[in-house]
């Protein structure tokens, strides 16, 4: 299993599922000029983020771009369709490559259109980013590969029955990976041209828009946007659904604290970075207890003196599991491989600063 992890996350800690290439999106309107292009596709071990328009009277702000070109594309003829105003603003909540890829779509059909970023993504995306789709590109085909012949035997990654979540979901892996590939011979990231370090405050006319930077969470350059007087907040990956997508790259130990400063915003409605339109906090509520616990129990563990594997052992998420997966053979997959797996390893790191830097984890 532990090969298994390291093996999906070369290629799956940018995330991203869609099948085939066409537009998976419904959109949702939800306020004048505010509207949200919410994916259909199934949960899976790739995705496509939500994309976020607001459109004022001189220019639009696109929030988030997409896994790739095509799927970029596909968006900003959606754009079009609402508006004839220029994109002034596109902001990337985060550094992952299914939020950024699809940036010099905008660049290229909007000269002099800004990339608004945290500014820790200017070392992050030239450097860690950089591994991760060295990771992407160097392992995408076997992935498809294993993905293919799972589907061919009727087996999931333990070996268990294929269930047809599964299988769908696998098909949807199957279909972005190929997307995603066929872009990495001509991979064209963009740098944030406008950078966030606490909080940068945009006027659209009377619209006041709030970039804000609560902490670290999901990654150490997360930005939310917030729209208070329409108490809207559009979270990136701080909130993903049906699982939360901790990943290899997030910081367990601040994750909590992060998101109870977003609900302090008191938004009646959340964007998040995966999954569908919230409106009460009730999953976000769900959200920062997983991460307390993680918390608690990696703190309690490293009290101890224990090892990293020990720590492994120790720490139980299986309460949350049956919260997030239910009885899904598939979400339960998703959840040890995007959340228990990863925010163990990640809480350990944290906690002990050592292994991080000598790279033994």
């Known amino acids: 299993m532990k090969r298994l992890f390291l093996i999906i996350f070369s290629v799956c800690c940018i995330h991203a599922p869609c099948v085939a290439m066409k537009a998976n999106f419904n959109v949702e309107k939800l306020g004048n000029g505010i509207y949200a292009l919410i994916r259909t596709e199934p949960a899976s071990l790739w995705f496509n983020p939500n994309n976020i328009f607001i459109i004022g009277d001189k220019y639009a702000i696109v929030v988030d771009s997409n896994i790739s070109s095509e799927y970029t594309r596909e968006v900003l003829a959606e754009l079009k369709k609402l508006t004839d105003k220029p994109v002034k603003y596109v902001i990337n909540t985060h550094w992952h490559e299914d939020h950024i890829i699809g940036n010099r779509v905008y660049r290229d059909a909007f000269p002099g259109v800004q ?9 992050d995306l030239p450097t860690i980013g ?4 060295e990771g ?9 590969g294993r993905l293919e012949a799972n589907i061919e035997k009727g087996e999931d990654f333990e070996g268990k029955k294929l269930t047809e979540e599964e299988k769908i979901g696998y098909t949807s892996d199957i279909a972005l990976v190929s997307s995603y590939l066929a872009e990495s011979t001509k991979f064209d ?14 006027k659209q006319g009377k619209r006041t828009i709030d970039i804000l930077f609560l902490g670290r969470a999901h990654t150490g350059a997360d930005l939310i ?6 108490e809207i907040a559009i979270t990136g990956d701080l909130i ?23 609900r302090g915003l008191k938004a009646k409605i959340y964007v998040p970075g995966h999954g569908p339109i919230m409106r009460d906090d009730t999953y976000l509520n769900s959200m920062i207890a997983l991460m307390n616990s993680i918390k ?7 009290k101890r003196g224990e090892t990293f594997e020990q720590m492994r052992g120790s720490v139980n998420l299986e309460e949350f599991r049956r919260a997030f997966a239910g009885e899904s053979q598939h979400r339960s997959f998703i959840f ?5 797996l990863p925010a163990v390893a990640a809480a350990y790191r944290q906690l002990n600063p050592s292994a991080a830097a000598s790279g033994s984890l």
């Not at 946007?225 to 329409?230: D, I, K, R, T």
């Not at 040890?336 to 228990?340: D, G, H, K």
């Open 240 to 262: 993903v659904h049906p699982v939360p997508l901790v990943g290899s790259t997030s910081y367990p130990l601040e994750y909590g604290a992060t998101l109870e400063k977003l």
């Open 225 to 230: 946007v917030f729209l208070p007087n329409e």
């Open 336 to 340: 040890r491989n995007y959340v228990t």
């Open 130 to 133: 950089a591994a991760n789709r």
């Open 296 to 302: 608690r129990q990696a703190e309690a563990s490293a």
């Open 189 to 202: 990231i963009i740098l944030p041209t406008v950078l966030v370090d606490d909080k940068l405050e945009l």
């Open 136 to 144: 992407s590109v160097q392992n995408g085909r076997g992935f498809i």
């Open 115 to 123: 990339f608004i970023g945290h500014r820790s993504t200017l070392t």
